[in-house]
């Protein structure tokens, strides 16, 4: 099959863990919304990344599958377009994870930077499952299925998309012939079953949460502004941005965390340089003042958002949401299977080629 008329292939995902909030926004959702046309985009539900930790919440983790893709589908993603794709129903993700688990070493994903801060952060140091660490393998299985040319993602996925990079370029040099100094770009050129995939990491790397700026937004920590919150839920929110700064008068620091949201959420460039020059000249300008003009701002970003989500709040939305995850998991399956099928080839492991009946 020629890949001649085809778009380079994206792909990305998230593990559906409650709400999308601004963060993932400016991190991820944003680019994703705007590369649907040129590239072929694959965005994956990591429903199974979500049992490495809650394997005891099987009835939340579907819920929050299905809220997940309401986020998306408001953001802007079209399932037409795009294709929605189910982890757990892509068996080439689970096998791929098996081969790619012998590629790397014990101690690569064990020193994994992402994992052991989330070890760290979420107590989970001596007490782990046995699969846990493993969802960094598994994420590179996800990602390499589909063969992508690249990988949006936040800044604090870059750990495991280097992961991913490793893997591919060990089993084409293992399995492909592929010489090992051969350029990253050329893999695929010189016979590589997989390309070495980029991450495209979003606008803004670390976005605070609503709060004094030490936190990064998260719902866990309770600072998150949902792209699901209302007008007034937003200007609360807002409010409570922090800066320790009393008086209008008082020159500001126009890199505090309320301007980190200012620059992230204002888009008119000359009114934002205008607001920063006043602030730190203490030009009568108070926090309050400019937190109404920021929670405006966001409310006209996520105005529209609310109105496609709406049409999921009525009786039948979720089924529809689940018609729409079958319909994306077929297509994906299509070139998973693709993949696997390729890689079983280069492993001489092709005893037969099989048709997935999903
Ligand atoms: N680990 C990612 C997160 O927690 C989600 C994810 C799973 C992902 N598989 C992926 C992201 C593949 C990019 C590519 O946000």
């Known amino acids: 099959m020629s890949n001649l008329h085809q778009k380079p292939r994206i792909l990305t995902g998230d593990t559906p863990t409650g709400r999308l909030h601004l963060g993932h926004w400016v991190g991820s959702v944003e680019r994703r919304v705007a590369l649907q046309d040129s590239y072929d985009c694959y965005f994956l539900l990591a429903n199974m990344h979500a049992f490495t930790t809650r394997f005891d ?26 294709t929605i794709v189910l982890q757990t129903e892509v068996p080439a993700i689970a096998e791929l994870t098996w081969y790619f688990a012998m590629l790397l070493s014990f101690n690569d994903v064990m020193g994994n930077p992402t994992l052991v801060h989330e070890l760290e952060t979420k107590g989970l140091a001596d007490k782990h499952s046995f699969g846990f660490p493993m969802y960094t393998v598994g994420q590179c299985a996800d990602i390499l299925a589909f063969r992508p040319e ?28 592929v010489k090992p100094d051969v350029k990253d770009e050329d893999y695929v050129k010189v016979g590589g079953v997989f390309p070495i995939p980029k991450a495209l990491i979003g606008r803004i790397g670390r976005l605070p949460g609503a709060g004094d700026g030490t936190q990064k937004m998260s719902k866990s920590l309770g600072n998150a502004i949902f792209l699901s919150d209302t007008e007034k839920e937003v200007q609360k929110k807002v409010n409570k941005i922090s800066t320790g700064r009393q008086n209008p008068t008082d020159p500001g620091d126009p890199n505090n965390v309320l301007f980190k949201f200012v620059e992230a959420f204002i888009a008119d460039e000359a009114r934002v340089a205008e607001l920063k020059d006043r602030y730190q000249r203490g030009d009568n300008i ?60 280069a492993m001489k492991i092709d005893f037969g080629k099989r048709k997935l009946g999903f």
Not at 168 to 173: G, H, L, P, S, V
């Open 150 to 177: 690249l990988i949006p993602v936040g800044e604090d996925q870059a750990p495991h998309i280097e992961m991913c990079r490793k893997a591919a370029r060990k089993f084409d040099q293992l399995y492909c012939g």
């Open 286 to 345: 108070g926090d309050g003042h400019i937190k109404q003009e920021l929670a405006q701002a966001i409310n006209t970003l996520l105005a529209p958002m609310r109105v496609r989500r709406a049409e999921f709040e009525t009786p039948g939305g979720d089924e529809r949401i689940v018609e729409i995850i079958r319909m994306g998991t077929a297509r994906a399956n299509v070139v998973a299977e693709e993949t696997l099928y390729m890689a079983k080839q």
């Open 57 to 82: 919440k099987a009835a939340e983790i579907r819920q929050d599958t299905i809220e997940i893709v309401k986020d998306w589908l408001a953001a802007g993603i079209d399932p037409v377009r795009s």
